[in-house]
T-cell receptor, first 112, second 114 residues
Framework: TQLLEQSPQFLSIQEGENLTVYCNSSSVFSSLQWYRQEPGEGPVLLVTVVTGGEVKKLKRLTFQFGDARKDSSLHITAAQPGDTGLYLCAGGSGGSNYKLTFGKGTLLTVNP | DTAVSQTPKYLVTQMGNDKSIKCEQNLGHDTMYWYKQDSKKFLKIMFSYNNKELIINETVPNRFSPKSPDKAHLNLHINSLELGDSAVYFC?????????????FGSGTRLTVV
């Protein structure tokens, strides 16, 4: 069973601070996706990374896929209250039975 | 126009009952999924269908039976509901199977078994 560990589990910061969320596994994944989920809603895709070492930027969010494709990080610069939510990483594997395995999430609260 | 829509949004029912959750996507995607999110927010895959064909069936009790009448619909029927079935169930779809395709999720069905 492939497991994805996310850290920290909870994070509460003030508006304007920077933060990094980590997603680690002992398994190799063919892709790594990040989602954000708000209360009462389904997860919404933020980014997909597929190449080891890949870095993608989405406004104030920077995503990195580890060289060995076993880990990833999400860095948010100058966090805003609108960034509040549950951040989920998900690793993809399986060839013809490809599926996403989710981490347990990081609950981020950005206080004004 | 909602991309992935699930009904109902909330479902409260007694133990032993049978219930269904419906899901429809208007994105033209080939692949659809059912995920279960427990009280600790952990999302676990249950089933995956590609063009109406079952391709992933995780270790799920056979009280749960998915049905895909066409590639735009994936319904979930649950027999003899148990307290432990209480959770939020999410339907999702992706253009195809594979590493480059992100999932679009519905807004979930909160099932409470009393």
């Amino acid at each position: 069973t492939q497991l994805l560990e996310q850290s920290p589990q909870f994070l509460s910061i003030q508006e304007g601070e920077n933060l990094t969320v980590y997603c680690n596994s002992s398994s190799v994944f063919s892709s790594l996706q990040w989602y954000r989920q708000e209360p009462g809603e389904g997860p919404v895709l933020l980014v997909t990374v597929v190449t080891g070492g890949e870095v993608k930027k989405l406004k104030r969010l920077t995503f990195q896929f580890g060289d060995a494709r076993k880990d990833s990080s999400l860095h948010i610069t100058a966090a805003q209250p609108g960034d509040t939510g549950l951040y989920l990483c998900a690793g993809g594997s399986g060839g013809s039975n490809y599926k996403l395995t989710f981490g347990k999430g990081t609950l981020l609260t950005v206080n004004p | 126009d909602t991309a992935v829509s699930q009904t109902p949004k909330y479902l409260v029912t007694q133990m032993g009952n049978d219930k269904s959750i419906k899901c429809e996507q208007n994105l033209g995607h080939d692949t659809m999924y059912w995920y279960k999110q427990d009280s600790k927010k952990f999302l676990k895959i249950m089933f995956s269908y590609n063009n109406k064909e079952l391709i992933i069936n995780e270790t799920v009790p056979n009280r749960f039976s998915p049905k895909s009448p066409d590639k735009a619909h994936l319904n979930l029927h649950i027999n003899s509901l148990e307290l432990g079935d209480s959770a939020v169930y999410f339907c999702a779809s992706s253009l195809m199977q594979g590493a480059n395709y992100g999932y679009t999720f519905g807004s979930g069905t909160r099932l409470t078994v009393v």
